[in-house]
């Protein structure tokens, strides 16, 4: 093999996505096809905590941090020492109250490291800033309140002088939006909304795709992942699912749910932004990981965002402009036959399309998306991206009783689907 072109960088992981570019692409070689099947166990670490575990550990220097889901335990462990003995143990006072809110288990994506800081963010919404020496609480500030659905389950990003960390719950009406606190204090810097006016959002065309003020309860919750671009000045990241759930509540495109945005990381205000799945009717959600990299086209180098979305799409975008350049299915499709380039709208199949009045059946990909967790990768040696998928196909049912006057009401609509957390039904009466 070639010498190895690795950096100190490369020897540490000091993000989820490794870089800003969300790559998680190392140059270390020292493991490779040849010798994997020599591997043993070095040393194992229990968390402790039972429950989802999502998110990977950080490395900074030769100390690695490990988070666990609620009550988010963050422990720092020596790997210079036989073992990785724990350095120090942070364990947060949450109230076991929020653990009923969060929508599919009590997880949490992930830590950052930035400043000589660890920043975490909490189930209940709130978000801390530990000294990475010494687990020492710096700072800690609430984004929200869980008593109204909110709770927080998605890695912070560190941007020049700002932590940034999104919302989730969706489901239980949230309106979804992104936050920038300052790194040293904790001061919230901006905040900017998914749905809402233009000087919430950021980002004008949201109020009139929503009926009345459903854009209030609007989802497009921020529980994915951040990239950014330091020569752009730009940070990318996406909206999930609209609310209500069921569709037929919420007429219209239901903008800016379902979204990639692209904002100044000084001021929150977005630069472009663009929907991918306009009235989300599958559940559908866009924050899956926005991959930069830069490629030839037509003869002409782009600057490009990939993002292969759990609607069953791989899309490519213009990362400067948000120009659509490419939009192809990458799993088994059939809630739309296409993407038209020009307008950048899926055509939709409408024998896939839901209703809470109507049973649809074998929709692909299901809710749990094309992908979901499980992140890519981009290697700049094969110029490939990787990705796992799945090739899960779903029945929605629709089933509404009629009332009669004078008879006793027996019914309900529910619609029901196979999330990531399992079954899970709505009931509206």
């Known amino acids: 093999p070639a010498p190895s072109t690795a950096t100190a960088e490369d020897k540490q992981w000091t993000m989820q996505n490794k870089n800003y570019a969300s790559t998680r692409y190392s140059a270390l070689d020292e493991i490779n096809a040849g010798n994997i099947k020599t591997l043993k166990v070095a040393w194992t670490f229990s968390t402790g905590v039972l429950r989802g575990h999502e998110g990977g550990p950080l490395v900074v220097g030769s100390t690695m941090y490990v988070h666990t889901p609620f009550p988010n335990i963050v422990y720092a462990l020596d790997l210079t020492k036989e073992g990785a003995p724990v350095k120090w143990k942070y364990v947060p006072k949450q109230d076991p109250k929020v653990i009923p809110v969060a929508c599919c288990d009590t997880v949490n994506r992930g830590l950052a490291y930035g400043d000589g800081r660890i920043f975490q963010n909490q189930l209940d919404n709130t978000t801390v800033a530990l000294d990475a020496d010494t687990g020492k609480e710096l700072w800690k500030v609430k984004q929200g309140d869980y008593k109204v659905g909110q709770t927080i389950t998605a890695a912070p990003l560190v941007i020049k002088d700002k932590v940034i960390s999104g919302v989730s719950g969706g489901e239980f009406g949230v309106r979804g939006y992104l936050t920038a606190n300052d790194v040293k204090t904790g001061k919230q810097v901006w905040r900017m909304y998914s749905t809402g006016p233009e000087e919430e959002v950021g980002f004008p065309g949201s109020v009139e795709t929503w009926k009345g003020d459903e854009w209030k309860r609007g989802g497009g919750t921020t529980w994915g992942w951040y990239s950014y671009d330091p020569q752009l000045d730009l940070l990318y990241y996406g909206t999930g699912n609209p609310g209500s759930w069921n569709p037929d509540q919420r007429p219209g495109d239901n903008k800016w749910s379902m979204t990639i945005f692209a904002r100044n990381p000084d001021t929150g205000k977005a630069k472009w932004a663009f929907q991918k799945t306009p009235h989300d009717r599958w559940d559908y959600d866009g924050i899956n990981e926005m991959v930069l990299i830069d490629v030839t086209l037509k003869g002409q180098p782009r600057k490009v965002l990939a993002n292969f979305d759990r609607n069953g799409f791989a899309y490519m975008l213009d990362r400067a402009t948000g120009e659509l350049l490419a939009a192809d299915p990458f799993v088994v499709v059939n809630w739309a036959t296409g993407v038209d380039l020009k307008t950048g709208r899926p055509i939709e199949n409408p024998e896939k399309q839901t209703s809470s009045t109507k049973n649809t059946k074998d929709i692909c990909p299901s809710a749990m998306g094309g992908k979901n967790q499980q992140p890519v990768a981009y290697s700049p040696k094969t110029n490939l ?32 689907h196979a999330g990531p957390g399992g079954n899970r039904g709505e009931f509206i009466a």
């Not at 196909?393 to 027996?410: H, I, L, N, S, T």
């Open 385 to 416: 991206i990787y990705v796992p998928t799945n090739n899960l196909c779903m029945d929605y049912e629709g089933v509404q009783v009629k009332y009669q006057a004078g008879q006793p009401y027996v019914g309900a609509i529910v619609v029901s």
